[in-house]
């Protein structure tokens, strides 16, 4: 407060041992200030009274996932265009599933990408996220999870699970289709092994060993996520 109103510490250290100096904002004149203090205590108002307005628009905007649906939607808007190669997307959620950021780790060729799960660690504390959402496409059209896309998936359980960090789903996009890992049962809820940082090359397989549930971006499912 002294470094942006120009009021002396001493002067705002004194009113604070009775008073809350906050107070100061709403009635600058219990601490005598001059035109130019009072001048910058109004634009100092009027800054965070600007903040709170953006904070509460962007509260009301915010992307909240309550669904493998509208994930799978999310993130089939992001990555049905992507023909030509397979990229891996992490969206970065807090304790309510909304999203705080959604970043693109990995773009390979048309059936391979290379992921760095230190840089999803990386991320992932930047944000200080308490969930993490993957998500990749694969541009032959397959939305079966591959045995690499489950092995990809184990390891980062096994990074972020001890750090209370959890992986609630892995969504496949395939053309205008998805499938959630979670819905099928096949995300690994538990840590395997210890954390291994190495790169991870994922390769889509066109041969799949069976069949999960998949959905085009308008179906319904009307169970919610597990956190």
Do not use: W
């Not at 041992?17 to 600058?28: A, G, Q, R, S, Y």
């Amino acid at each position: 407060m002294n470094k942006l109103t120009g009021i002396p510490i001493n002067k705002i250290k004194n009113y604070a041992k009775d008073n809350n100096p906050f107070n100061i904002l709403e009635h600058p004149l219990v601490v005598e200030p001059n035109d130019r203090q009072l001048e910058k205590i109004g634009k100092l108002k009027e800054f965070i009274s600007s903040y709170n307005v953006l904070k509460m628009s962007q509260e009301n905007e915010r992307i909240k996932f309550t669904s493998p649906k509208e994930a799978g939607r999310y993130f089939t808007s992001l990555l049905n265009g992507m023909k030509d190669k397979e990229r891996v997307l992490v969206a970065f959620l807090d304790n309510s599933n909304c999203i705080i950021e959604t970043k693109t780790i990995s773009e390979g060729s048309i059936n391979m990408s290379v992921v760095y799960p230190r840089d999803i660690l990386k991320m992932a504390l930047a944000n200080d996220c308490s969930n993490i959402l993957m998500a990749h496409n694969h541009p032959g059209g397959t939305t079966s999870a591959s045995k690499e896309d489950i092995e990809l998936t184990q390891r980062i359980v096994n990074i972020f699970k001890p750090l209370d960090i959890n992986v609630i789903d892995h969504i496949i996009v395939g053309g205008y289709c998805f499938s959630s890992m979670a819905e099928n049962g096949m995300l690994p809820s538990k840590s395997m092994d210890l954390a291994n940082y190495k790169p991870i090359s994922m390769t889509e397989e066109h041969d799949q060993p069976e069949s999960p549930e998949l959905h085009k971006d308008d179906s319904s499912i009307d169970e919610e996520m597990e956190i």
